[in-house]
């Protein structure tokens, strides 16, 4: 199963993201990572670092055992027991706000 499907930027609403740092780069902990998710719903986009994974918010909060993630800011979650010795940290990304692009015919508030 391929579970990295893309950055989820363009997702439907109530989609949550999130960086996962992972502790050795990639290799064992991306793979570990991976299975876990894909067992879950939940997409995996390798990063430099880490990944970043994606998902719809109920199988997100479910995963991850964290209730409604609050899109106005970044939002650090626990890593859970099953990836502790993959994963460093998880952290919720803010739900960008969507922008009319510079050639769009809808009003703006500049």
Known sequence: MDTAQGSGRGAAPG???AVVELRTGDGPGLDAL???CAGRG???L????????TGPAAPFREAFG???VDPSGAESLPVPDDLRQAVRSVT???VPE???????PLPTDD
């Open 42 to 44: 939940i997409s995996v």
């Open 34 to 36: 991976r299975d876990w």
């Open 15 to 17: 989609a949550v993201e």
């Open 66 to 68: 964290h209730g409604p």
């Open 92 to 94: 919720v990304l803010p």
């Open 46 to 53: 390798p990063m430099a670092a880490g990944a970043l994974v």
């Open 98 to 104: 969507p922008r009319p692009a510079a050639d769009s």
